[in-house]
């Protein structure tokens, strides 16, 4: 009788946990996790991956490019190329594909610094610079993929020294054709000096997310200027980040010791979901129906005294339109950098017709690849409008 009781508990657990999910995993060559983790993204079931490989001697000066099939389960193309060289730790500033599906781009935004353009036709390079469009004044630099046009979009915190050395939001637009500057736009119609956790940008529509310190979260264009749109919450809680989700949409993450929250603005209505783990972003699907995040719990007591040992580590995929999380699995966040960048990994998700992947980094050389079907009354795929 008590096995059987077992056997029920076990079931009723995976019902919710790892209800007839897949799991596989991608295998990546010459990957150390200890010194870079791979920037990925992804589109019509084709994970791209990009990595640096690193030499016995902590040195790297290559980057290895994949396309994994999901459908077919299986690498498509593999790719070679020689990358400035580097010494220890490295952190990548993230990996796009363009609109139109001809090129990725895999970008460094810290010394050396290199923007690097690659075929995704057979994953050779097209061209790259090492010159990067920031002065002494930028920090907190960023890069958010391609706009509209298929430019890329770089951002930062730049001081503005008219505004008595103020913070101000700066953006960046360049050409794939040559790297120049197209458009430099600085958000300085903000009205007070920008202190915030985060800037959630979306170079498609031109428009960022800010949080107000209060729980909400306004959007502005590149200007400084408010749109009007608003998430409106009652937590009292740290801003965590935040994800757009197309044109007036929105889903943040507020975190406090082991508990937290996570508020969504979709159809210019605000919707809140308690969670008993402290959540951040960790990755979106490309229409903005999902949302990952890594939520974890710790002691409630100083770091000094243990407060910041983790004790749980879980992925939450999350419907972005619920909130609602629809599913979780045991999970790390990962990352790489060295004391003057450091950068986080994220999760791809890709949205099928009737399931959704997951794809994540590992603290082994692979991915670890969970496909998730979707009940009867999950939204369908719905590809993302360009504006």
């Given at each position: ?142 890069f958010a993929g391609f706009d509209s046009a298929d430019r890329l979009s770089l951002m930062s915190f730049s001081r ?18 040559d790297f120049k500057v197209i458009s430099d736009t600085k958000a300085s119609s903000i009205a007070k000096a920008v ?139 990962m990352g790489a950098g060295d004391k003057d960048y450091f950068g986080w990994a994220s999760a791809v998700i890709e ?37």
């Open positions: 009788m008590k096995f059987k009781k077992t056997i029920i508990a076990a079931i009723m657990l995976c019902s919710v946990v790892c209800y007839g999910q897949t799991t596989y995993t991608i295998p990546l060559e010459k990957l150390n996790t200890s010194l870079a983790v791979p920037a990925m993204t992804a589109r019509d079931g084709v994970v791209y991956v990009a990595y640096r490989s690193f030499d016995w001697l902590r040195q790297s000066d290559q980057l290895q490019v994949v396309a994994y099939d999901l459908h077919a389960r299986k690498v498509v193309k593999r790719g070679t190329i020689p990358v400035p060289k580097v010494h220890g730790p490295r952190a990548s500033s993230g990996l796009a594909l363009s609109h139109d599906g001809t090129m990725l781009a895999y970008v460094e935004l810290h010394n050396p610094g290199l923007e690097l353009l690659i075929s995704s036709k057979d994953l050779a390079e097209i061209r790259h610079s090492n010159v990067l469009p920031f002065t002494d004044q930028d920090y907190r630099r960023g503005d020294f008219p505004r008595h050395g103020e913070d101000v939001p700066r953006f960046i637009h360049t050409s794939t054709e202190y915030s956790n985060y800037l959630a940008w979306d170079p498609i529509i031109n428009r960022f997310w800010l949080p107000n310190s209060g729980g909400n979260v306004l959007q502005y264009n590149e200007e400084g200027q408010s749109t009007g749109e608003e998430l409106t919450t009652d937590i009292h809680q740290l801003d965590a980040g935040a994800i757009p989700l197309g044109q007036a949409g929105v889903i943040a993450f507020y975190t406090m010791v082991s508990r937290g929250a996570v508020a969504s603005y979709t159809n210019h209505k605000s919707h809140t979901l308690e969670l008993s783990c402290s959540p951040r972003p960790y990755g979106a699907s490309n229409d903005h129906a999902y949302a990952g995040a890594i939520c974890i719990t710790q002691p409630d007591r100083l770091p000094e005294a243990g407060g910041d040992r983790v004790l749980t580590s879980e992925f939450l995929l999350i419907r972005t339109d619920g909130p609602q999380v629809v599913w979780r699995q045991k999970m790390s966040a949205h099928g017709d009737k399931k959704v992947w997951v794809v994540a980094p590992t603290k082994s050389p692979e991915l670890a690849v969970y496909e998730v079907p979707l009940p009867e009354d999950e939204p369908t795929k719905s590809e993302p409008t360009i504006h």
